[in-house]
């Protein structure tokens, strides 16, 4: 029996009886970070990073919930878990299962980049690795952040030279405050969709520095935005929500701006390759730093690229999980469910 | 090259059509004619001789990059594109080269002199000095045309702008059968006369689909109805002796149709016709399923002729005598065209498009409801007193074809599409009912939005039953209504018919899927209509 098995609730340790990020309500999960496909309701307990809870709790309510800090162990009937830095977003963390020298590693959602703001990814040595397949294809290579974040600030100033607004996308926890983070507050104010301002206060809590940003409002002038920068969910383009900017230059940030067709196809002006999850070469540089020999690869191009690390003589997997990691943000939501949100951002 | 690749980035930012015309005109402004010439030409489909193929190129490309060809193949049906499949899975490129358009065309054109080894060297050679973009074009320029939504429209306001040359003007001397590689951008744009090529045709007038209630029209004395014939779009010329037969496409036809030949002699030069290319026999058309027997052969057998010949339906002229007599009214230029019909003898290669005569625009609906039977797609109105222009324009010519023919089926398989469609599933088969079976009849890619095709993706991926390379089977759920042009007998497809212009008309939430059409429903309307 090996130490982890994966059912229809999730990935199981039997020995412990726990779950790791569960898609059904079990009694005990540990949850790698707050994203809603990883963190979802209903479980009776809880255990993440302290870094993670202030947003699971802002998400999921009243729940019973632990934390733990990175690198501490706990020992539940034997077995020995921790929680280390995933580089996904603040708190999110891989989760390390040791019993009788069997060590396992359920990375969650990850990347190797640093991007200032989340704990830096740490490779965890193990014999089996649970990785995402997000951007599992060799056409997806990223670009550094500063790049990046040069390329949304030079666009940003040419937006404001012409008198008109940027409107620049990203998914409200995680992407959103790295956007923030990198923007370039000398060229003008910064607004937010309520969702992300939202997550935003939760972070601010929780000690972590933003720039000034303010809550777009019904309230607010529609003549002070020109010149400034909105940053929104995508799920709010397309939508009466931004009718209010007026001529504004719509910038998306996502892995999947790589392609043209994704590019063309979301309605953006401007299509910024900045994603919070691994590139190919990176998918490939963290598999070798954790020296496993049985790789498991759930969400993304998982049949590809499990066959592509089979071919390198590792012994991968493909497992049918129901973790969206990016793919969730290029599917639009319903219309219902996007209007409501910007119905209850304009209201706050 | 640089130019070109800013230029192209910025046409693809965006979809405001003058944002798109500042990116062109700033771009012609920027470069020497030498690459405004190709540059035109890439943009009205004139592309250079391809030298290599793109299995090549995925060897080539799966070797610099060190990565299998199968897994190239995967990223492929990603992308969608594989032009720009290599683009982003070659390594950074070690040098930075900086050449013009013409420079780089020039050297893939070269391509054709050197062996597999010399073209593979130099196509590498090229991909490690260029960046994304730029490799990307460079596929492009290598592999097939450009799709970077610049209609020819669109360009030539442009070009217009940059070189203050009229634009209506300049569309027509855009027109016809001319490459970079045989001419200059000083001749093409600034030669005096438009006629200096003999064969140059006329841009073609096109219709929009009527879409609010005839009757809107008006007082129908001020139109002139005739059937949409069910053929191809031609223009034939005569001058100097000689005939040309232009397809809408800007292809010339002649060999293709050497029916035509005759005219040369029959009508007198200076005369140019608009009309269609249609399969006619008996004093009758026949069906399209006919005109697709001769459409792509370029050389014709004398069975062939006498199976499917074709005439002209003749519905307009563009120059009598000599004289471009587009800004004349309708009923002039049809007053001219019966003239030329009269007097001279084309041994029935030209047809005269009937007229109806009509009063009342209900009388005109129950002819349109007719049209299927006559080998015709509907009823063409045309203002009586309205010039021939340029382009598809709204207002005075309409098309008012009839109303498709329908069958609501089961969505069985999808695949992914291309272009901006990529990593969608936007291409499905479809099938009826059997029995409990369901039979696959045809495949449809268009006619649902955006979003509807974001929410079947994500419907697809959920519900995906076994995969088959890029194919997904799935479960048999959704209904769609599929929308055809027509149906006939099929002996290469499995179920016995073939559709012509398939397309997802809706997608029928509301039906359960056993309430889909069947078989027999299929076999039904062939026989009614498959003749």
């Known amino acids: 029996m090996p130490l982890l098995t994966f059912n229809d609730n999730g990935i199981y340790c039997e020995r412990a009886d726990v779950y790791i990020d569960p898609w059904k309500p079990v009694d005990r999960a540990l949850i790698t970070h707050g994203h809603a496909d990883h963190s979802r309701w209903g479980n009776k307990h809880y255990l993440c990073t302290r870094a993670a809870a202030p947003v699971i709790r802002y998400r999921l309510g009243d729940i019973k919930l632990e934390t733990v800090e990175f690198g501490e162990v706990r020992t539940i009937n034997g077995v020995k878990f921790s929680f280390h830095p995933a580089g996904h977003i603040i708190g999110s963390a891989q989760i390390r299962v040791e019993y009788q020298g069997e060590i396992w590693v359920a990375s969650g959602d990850y990347k190797l980049e640093d991007d200032g703001l989340s704990e830096a990814y740490e490779p965890v040595r193990c014999q089996h690795f649970i990785t995402e397949s997000t951007f599992g294809l060799p056409v997806y290579r990223w670009t550094p952040q500063e790049e990046v974040m040069a390329d949304i600030n030079d666009w940003w100033r040419q937006t404001a030279s012409e008198g008109r607004t940027a409107i620049l996308t990203g998914y409200a926890l995680g992407k959103a405050q790295r956007l923030l983070d990198g923007l370039d507050t000398s060229i003008g104010k910064i607004y937010t969709h309520g969702a992300i301002e939202n997550t935003n206060e939760v972070l601010r809590k929780q000690g972590v520095k933003l720039p000034p940003t303010t809550r777009v409002t019904r309230e607010i002038n529609k003549k002070d935005y020109p010149g400034n920068i909105v940053v929104a969910t995508p799920g709010a383009i397309g939508q009466p929500w931004v009718k209010k900017f007026g001529n504004a230059s719509i910038g998306a940030a996502s892995g999947w701006m790589t392609l043209r067709g994704a590019r063309r196809r979301r309605g953006a002006d401007r299509g910024f390759v900045l994603s919070d999850h691994c590139d190919w070469p990176s998918l490939l540089e963290a598999i070798d730093l954790t020296g496993a020999d049985n790789v498991y690869v759930t969400h993304g191009y998982t049949a590809i690229f499990s066959k592509y690390l089979r071919e390198q003589g590792l012994n991968a997997v493909e497992l049918h999980t129901e973790y969206e990691g990016e793919l969730a943000e290029i599917e639009t939501k319903g219309n219902e469910e996007t209007e409501k949100e910007n119905a209850a951002a304009d209201a706050e | ?531």
């Not at chain 2, 090229?126 to 990307?136: F, K, S």
């Not at chain 2, 027109?175 to 841009?203: C, K, Q, V």
């Not at chain 2, 232009?246 to 293709?256: A, C, F, H, Q, T």
């Open chain 2, 1 to 531: 090259m640089k130019n070109f690749a800013e230029m192209f980035r910025r046409l693809d930012r965006t979809t405001k059509i003058n944002a798109k015309v500042d990116a062109l005109a700033d771009y012609f402004l920027q470069v020497d004619d030498e690459d405004k010439l190709w540059t035109v030409a890439l943009l009205s489909h004139r592309r250079p001789r391809r030298t290599v193929n793109s299995k090549l190129l995925r060897a080539w490309a799966s070797e610099m990059s060190g990565i299998d060809t199968w897994i190239l193949e995967e990223s492929y049906h990603v992308v969608g594109d594989l032009a720009e499949t290599i683009a982003l899975v070659l390594p950074p490129p070690e040098h930075d080269y900086d050449h013009t358009l013409t420079h780089w065309i020039d050297y893939i054109q070269e391509f054709a002199k050197y062996d597999e080894e010399g073209k593979k060297e130099a196509v590498q050679e090229a991909w490690n000095g260029l960046d994304t973009t730029e490799r990307y074009l460079f596929n492009k320029l290598i592999t097939g045309s450009f799709r970077v939504g610049v209609s020819q429209k669109l360009m030539t306001r442009a070009l217009s702008r940059a070189t203050g040359i009229e634009e209506t003007n300049l569309a027509h001397r855009l027109m016809g059968n001319w490459t970079p590689n045989d001419t200059t951008f000083e001749d093409l744009i600034h030669s005096e006369s438009a006629t200096d090529d003999i064969s140059r045709p006329y841009p073609f007038y096109l219709a929009y689909q009527l879409e609010q209630p005839a009757a809107d029209l008006g007082d129908p004395a001020d139109w002139q109805a005739e059937h949409k014939w069910d053929g191809i779009r031609g223009q034939v010329i005569v001058r100097d002796d000689e005939v040309f037969v232009w397809s809408r496409g800007e292809e010339l036809v002649n060999d293709k149709y050497p029916e035509y030949h005759i005219l040369a002699s029959a009508i007198p030069n200076g005369t140019v016709i608009d009309g269609e290319i249609l399969p006619f026999k008996d004093g009758q058309p026949l069906g399209f399923n006919v005109l697709q027997t001769r459409i792509g052969r370029k050389t014709v057998s004398k069975k062939l002729l006498k199976d499917a010949p074709v005439i002209l339906m003749c519905y307009d002229l563009l120059e009598y005598e000599g004289r471009d007599v587009r800004k004349l009214p309708l009923s002039g230029r049809r007053e001219l065209l019966e003239r030329i019909m009269e007097e001279h003898d084309t041994g029935g290669v030209l047809q005269l498009s009937p007229v109806f005569a009509f009063d009342n625009w209900d009388d005109l609906a129950a002819e349109r409801e007719t049209a299927r039977e006559k080998f015709s797609e509907g009823i063409m109105l045309k203002r009586i007193d309205s010039a021939y222009k340029q382009g598809r324009k709204k207002g005075d010519w309409w098309k008012w074809k009839v109303d498709p023919l329908t069958i609501d089926a089961v969505m069985m398989y999808a695949q992914r599409g291309h272009g901006r469609r990529a990593n969608l599933y936007t291409d499905f088969t479809f099938g009826v009912w059997d029995g409990d079976q369901l039979v696959p009849f045809t495949k449809a890619y268009s006619g649902l939005t955006d979003k509807e095709f974001n929410k079947i993706t994500a419907w697809v991926r959920r519900n995906t039953v076994d995969r088959f390379g890029p194919v997904r089977s799935v479960k048999p759920k959704q209904v769609f209504e599929i929308g055809f042009e027509g149906i006939r007998k099929s002996t290469r497809h499995k179920s016995g018919v073939a559709l012509r212009f398939p397309r997802m008309l809706r997608w029928r939430q509301d039906k359960p899927v056993d309430e889909a059409n069947t078989k027999a429903d299929l076999d039904a309307l062939l026989e009614t209509y498959g003749g």
